[in-house]
């Protein structure tokens, strides 16, 4: 895609415009009827993902040398809206896939390493995995305990990994993790990524957990118990593995944005149909004015929320710095989501407490929105720091 | 085989009711945005799945104004060689004068042999162009089709007849109209083949070059169409399932959608 999108989104470009008409008849036609069964049973959707994969969802982003769509991180955030207003665990699952899977090999990997893994994750027939939070701590992603010595012409890595999204699903090819290479002078340690192939000796894939919400996505503990991966598995440079994740994290703060707008919009979608229906005392809930407001203010916070995401998505096409905005548009998207999912489901009344009715999906996917890929406090610590303020014990 | 598939664009029904106007009793759909049609989705796939099985190419055909071209962007990403829309005539214009005009822009994109419609636009519901389009170019013309698989001498066709299923190999130019099926659910484009037809060019030929003014002047002045119980559209039936099913019933009965029932 060529030039820079418009930031406030008020004219799609007509490739912009085709891709989101098409993800909204995916989401609509393949994605809404059948998608409560797979949230209800905790059941990873393949299907799907593979119709999302012969779409070239998975490599929209990336160039066509690796059998990427030439795309755009804005395009992917489209698509990401799109599909998180009918269902986040499908998306959630794109945006693992692309931002924390591929996009690292993609930005930080070697060519002969780009070749080895892009073409097949671009695809959508193999998965990748980013694992950097352990069961000790995610916010403080310096603290990283899992290691990785190097031996001869290999790495050894030893730790664990905790909720890892795309690890443990039979089409996931490999998981990127986190790990502490050695140490500085002055006592910090040198973290660094290495590529850790699935089916490696000494790499185990703990079960499924039982999640809140997200329940069709894919979400595992990893352990790693001296598993041995050649050299050339080490992503970027030996000990800038700190530095590459915060920039990944930036973009990937961005896609949350994207799928928490998506979401809000949802709720606004299902409010509307719902309050032209249901009566009570005699009227349509439409013609009361408290829940006219409780409309409008989803409907506010959701336009507020895309306008920041889109705003933060053109930036990441420009090439310019984005930390604060990333921070800004993932904090008031995901807030704007929960905020949303928590009216909708009020507004539904009993119905909203039912899991058969989408908003009840949208509340207990809401809340994850404020902690994965940086809680709300850490994006409120990261815009601070832009700010000047100084750093807080 | 090649062949030419014949799409229309139709306000989404899927729009919000408050993106819909009535202006002195015709609908204005400047603030609807257009989806390719039902029918013509079945129509576009079953056109793909022709020109594929057949090893021919296929081309797209549509009429109207610039709402029409998502539509034909949609069959170009999805493998149609070239399109061509016809601008100019609105959409509610004479059939007979519609099945002429596409008759005629379809002979721009080369020679066919199978025309591929879908069984009845989404907007006016008439089910006439193809049938009428079938009798401009003298070709036999087959309702209801749900599947074409090339064969030795020609193509299987499968239609749907009351209560059944009728099958029969076509060895000659047809129109064919396509019926909802499994083998007509429209596939998904590649993203990157989408984006990629957002920037292919579409042949747009003034409706008055194919047939002349003579031949499109009205002879039908539309009055104005008035909507019976708009109103009621789209109801939502929310409640125990027993009491959702008689709420249902009753509803088809008043709008006499059920055999025998009276509107
Ligand atoms: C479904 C799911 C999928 C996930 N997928 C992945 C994945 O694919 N890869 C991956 O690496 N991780 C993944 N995660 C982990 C996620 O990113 C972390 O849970 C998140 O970053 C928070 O880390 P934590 O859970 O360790 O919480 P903690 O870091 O222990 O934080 C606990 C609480 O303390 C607050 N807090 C911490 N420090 C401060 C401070 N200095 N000031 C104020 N408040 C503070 C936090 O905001 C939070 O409210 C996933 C999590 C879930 C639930």
New interface residues.
């Given amino acids: 895609m060529t030039g820079v999108p418009s930031p406030a989104g008020l004219d799609l470009r007509p490739e912009h415009e085709a891709l989101v008409a098409t993800v909204r008849r995916f989401a609509r036609d393949e994605v809404a009827p059948v998608i409560g069964g797979y949230y209800e049973r905790g059941e990873f959707p393949y299907p799907l993902v593979a119709t999302m994969g012969e779409m070239g969802l998975f490599g929209l982003p990336f160039p066509e040398e690796y059998g990427g769509m030439g795309g755009d991180a804005f395009a992917l955030c489209l698509v990401l809206e799109e599909l998180a207003r009918v269902d986040s665990s499908l998306a959630i699952t794109l945006e693992a896939g692309v931002g924390l899977g591929a996009m690292p090999i993609h930005r930080f990997g070697t060519e002969d390493q780009r070749q080895r893994w892009l073409p097949d994750l671009c695809s959508g027939r193999s998965l990748a995995a980013f694992g950097l939070t352990e069961p000790g701590g995610g916010s403080d992603a310096g603290a990283t305990r899992t290691t990785a010595r190097r031996d001869g012409d290999e790495w050894v890595v030893d730790g664990t990994k905790a909720f890892i999204t795309n690890s443990g699903t039979r089409i996931t090819r490999l998981v990127t993790v986190t790990a502490v290479t050695g140490r500085r002078a002055d006592g910090r340690p040198d973290i660094s990524a290495i590529v850790v192939p699935s089916g490696t000796p000494g790499f185990t894939v703990g079960p499924e957990y039982s999640k809140v919400g997200w329940t069709a996505s894919d979400t595992h503990e990893l352990a790693f118990a001296g598993c041995r991966v050649p050299a050339d598995h080490l992503l970027g440079e030996e000990g800038r593995g700190y530095a590459q994740f915060l920039s990944i994290l930036d973009t990937g703060r961005v896609a949350i944005g994207a799928l928490s707008v998506g979401l809000a919009q949802g709720c606004v979608d299902e409010c509307l149909g719902y309050v032209g229906e249901r009566e009570a005392f005699g009227r349509k809930l439409a013609q009361s004015q408290v829940l006219q407001f409780k409309v409008a203010d989803m409907e506010a916070r959701t336009h507020v929320a895309r306008l920041a995401v889109r705003d933060a998505a053109a930036r990441l096409v420009a090439g310019r710095p984005l930390r604060r905005e990333a921070a800004i548009a993932k904090l008031v998207a995901s807030e704007a989501a929960m905020a949303n999912a928590r009216e909708a489901t009020q507004i539904f009344g009993g119905y909203g407490f039912m899991n058969e009715t989408p908003v009840g999906r949208f509340y207990r996917d809401a809340k994850i929105l404020e902690i994965g890929e940086g809680t709300s406090e850490v994006q409120r610590m990261l815009i601070a720091r832009e700010l000047g303020l100084p750093a807080t014990p | 085989m090649d062949a030419t598939v014949f799409l229309k664009a139709i306000p989404d029904p899927?729009a919000?009711p408050e993106s819909f106007a009535f202006d002195g009793g015709c609908p204005d759909t400047s603030r609807v945005?257009f989806?390719l049609g039902p029918f013509e989705e079945n129509a576009l796939e079953l056109g793909l799945r022709i020109a594929e099985g057949t090893g021919g190419s296929l081309r797209a055909v549509a009429m109207g104004g610039p709402e029409q071209d998502?539509s034909l962007?949609?069959a170009l990403?999805l493998g149609a060689t070239a399109a061509v829309r016809v601008d100019g005539p609105p959409s509610w214009a004479d059939p007979v004068v519609a099945a002429r005009l596409l008759s005629a822009a379809a002979d721009r994109l080369g020679v066919v042999e199978v025309l591929v419609t879908g069984r009845q636009a989404g907007d006016w519901d008439r089910s006439v162009t193809g049938a009428l389009l079938a009798g401009v170019r003298g070709l036999p013309y087959l309702p209801r089709v749900f599947d074409a698989v090339a064969e030795e001498g020609g193509l299987r066709i499968a239609q749907e007849v009351a209560g059944g299923t009728r099958t029969g190999l076509l060895a000659t130019a047809a129109v064919l109209s396509v019926t909802n099926a499994p083998t007509t659910i429209l596939r998904?484009?590649?993203?990157?083949a989408?984006?990629l037809?957002?920037?292919r060019p579409i042949d747009v030929v003034e409706a008055r070059s194919l047939l002349g003014e003579a031949a499109l002047r009205e002879r039908l002045v539309d009055e104005g169409v008035s909507a019976r119980r708009l109103g009621r559209a789209g109801?939502?039936v929310?409640g125990e399932p027993a009491d959702v099913a008689k709420a249902l019933v009753a509803e088809l009965e008043a709008q006499g959608a059920l055999p025998g029932a009276r509107p």
């Fill in positions: 899927a919000p945005p989806v998502k962007r949609t990403a998904m484009p590649n993203v990157r989408l984006i037809a957002t920037r109801r939502r929310v």
